[in-house]
């Protein structure tokens, strides 16, 4: 009896790993505390930096116009709604316009200077130039040759561009010869090998980029704006924080500031998102995210 009890110990221990592994048990509970750190540990530390600013703030008796507390920005947050929200949509629009043609671009650039050598010698460089040249340079100048509206999509467009089209090159340039070998080896064209071989190995180098272009589309968008306020004209978010600035209205700044910064988190989220479902399956960065 004591040899069937450990027979039957012995095949539960092999259907079930797991049960016969302290490490492998540990897994879960361990990856669970780790999630969970990481949401509660940045939570406590925003709750204590602004318990501290409501402190300074009370006890120091600072003015409005000098350092708003948190609870003030919180209600020009909602009495000033309307028109903050009214101005994120414009925000908003014009990012997502940029991100898209830069998104186009730079991704359809890419391939070509991977098909004509020629073409990447005599364009890349050039690519290179406008974008180490500091938009906070270009905006005034696109303003007087250009519209507003397509000013500040053009200035979304510049900063977002370049990421992903160097990315996309790297990416396209870092295919297996190897690979390419084989598939040249059994007669398939050069454009089978772009669609079959070098997009799927450089969609990393892609998404990459284009997680990169999303935030950097709204800081262009973001400093065109600005520009346009400084000339009197515009709409967007950044205009109201440059016009609450010129009024002295530093709470709804603030407000202004906060929106800003929460669309710069969720849009580089849901581009981390969309990257993570992209790669979940089968790339190395996305797998250590599920053990």
Known sequence: MAANARASARSRATANPEARSPLARGRPATTNREHVLRVALPLIVLALVLLIWEATVRVGNVPPYVLPAPDLIAQTLITDWS?????LLVTLLTTFEGFLLAA???VGLAVLFNQSKLLEYSLYPYAVILQVTPIVAIAPLLLIYLPQPLAV???AWIVAFFPVLANTTLGLNSTDRNLADL????????LQIL???KLPAALPYILGGLRIAGGLSLIGAVVAEIAAGAAGAGSGLAY???E????????RMFAALLLLSVAGIVIFYLLS?????ALRRWHESALEREQ
Do not use: K
Request: net charge positive; hydrophobic share 50%.
């Open 183 to 190: 598939f040249a080896l059994y007669g398939a064209s050069r």
């Open 153 to 155: 999509l053009a200035c």
């Open 240 to 242: 109201r924080i440059a």
């Open 195 to 197: 669609w079959n071989l």
């Open 244 to 251: 609450s600035g010129y009024r002295l209205n530093i709470p």
């Open 104 to 106: 186009a671009g730079g």
């Open 83 to 87: 028109l903050l929200w009214q101005s």
């Open 273 to 277: 998102l969309a990257n993570y479902l």
